[in-house]
């Protein structure tokens, strides 16, 4: 992800620097961008809060003290944690809360979702926010439990698929990401749009219906 930020950071006016670099000027930091690890993740937003830094972190994996991290975080500086930041996720969800409004019987859905080898969290975590937001759709007809399978294949990026079942058949949602460009593009809007923001704890939700 972090050559994909950069490589995007390169077409626009927006100045990149890597954040393990031994020395940083704070006066040229606006906001700090985190795709690395549960460990990474700890020393970014430590960072944050002692520097007063806006925070944006895809990364996945995270435990119970990491989420608390962002508790205490919110408290000082404005950050943004999403487990995707794909425009393409948020519409997906989006005609999936239409199609569920539209039945009126009740479906079994599955979902499935397959990255590449070296991923080490499994299921992912957009698959993870996925089951959540269905699991708390108001009146959503969907039998539970819902269940998620993963598969770690060759080179892909990420593929996720949305089944429901019902008696009047099967429907399929589908997202498949073709680089991580697309990442890096939302992770990009959305650091422009948090760097006015004020203190806070705010989701790519939030980001989104303010882009719109």
Known sequence: MGKAIQAQCKE???????????????SDISVVIDFSSPDGFIACINFCIENRIPLISGTTGLLEEHLA??????KSIPVLHAFN??????????????????ISISSKCKITE?????????????????????????????DHPIDIQSYRIGNV?????????NLDGTTTFQHI???????AIGALQAARWIYSKEIGEYSFADFLQKKL
Request: a negative charge; aromatic letters at 8%; hydrophobic letters at 40%.
């Open 69 to 74: 991290k962002i508790n205490t975080a919110k």
């Open 157 to 165: 990026f990420g593929v996720h698929r949305i089944v429901f079942e």
């Open 12 to 26: 626009s006016d927006i100045l990149v620097s890597d954040f393990q670099a031994y020395e940083r000027d704070l």
């Open 177 to 183: 990401a073709n680089s991580r460009t697309v990442f």
């Open 85 to 102: 930041m794909s425009l393409g996720i948020a519409d997906l969800k989006n005609s999936i809360e239409e199609y569920l409004s539209s």
């Open 114 to 142: 397959i990255h590449h080898i070296n991923k080490k969290d499994s299921p992912s975590g957009t698959a993870i926010e996925i089951q959540g937001f269905l699991e708390n759709l108001p009146q959503a007809k969907i």
